[in-house]
């Protein structure tokens, strides 16, 4: 079993940065594929972004393209969202997801974490 603990989100001004962060509890952290989906107030889930095991390759939703920026670091066992330019849009609550692949992360994953609560204001 995967657990995934998000931490990271808050409050932000638009225009405004925020780092989000999901440490896994596994050793295997590196055998997986990883992402972020996020669920605003009253819509479906939506992907974010997705890394390889290796890092080497990332995907993005065209929503978030050229703002955000998805990145793990093996060692420590986590992965990383930085969202730079926010817009009251990006209010939602994001969870870090794991999968077989980067294919799998973005299509159906294997393990979702809490969620964490980020909100831009209007």
């Known amino acids: 079993q995967v657990q995934l603990v998000e931490s990271g989100g808050g409050l932000a001004q638009a225009g405004g940065s925020l780092r989000l962060s999901c440490e896994a509890n596994?050793?295997?952290?590196?055998?997986?594929?990883m992402g972020w989906f996020r669920q605003a107030p009253g819509k479906e889930r939506e992907f974010v972004a997705a890394?390889?095991?290796?890092?080497?390759?990332?995907s993005y939703a065209d929503s978030v393209k050229g703002r955000f920026t998805i990145s793990r670091d093996n060692a420590k066992n986590t992965v990383y969202l930085q969202m730079n330019s926010l817009k009251p849009e990006d209010t939602a609550v994001y969870y870090c997801?794991?999968?077989?692949?980067?294919?799998?992360?973005?299509?159906?994953?294997?393990?979702w974490g809490q969620g964490t609560q980020v909100t831009v204001p209007s």
């Open positions: 997801v794991v999968g077989g692949s980067i294919v799998a992360v973005t299509n159906h994953p294997d393990y």
């Open positions: 890394i390889t095991k290796s890092g080497a390759t990332t």
């Open positions: 596994r050793r295997t952290f590196g055998s997986y594929g």
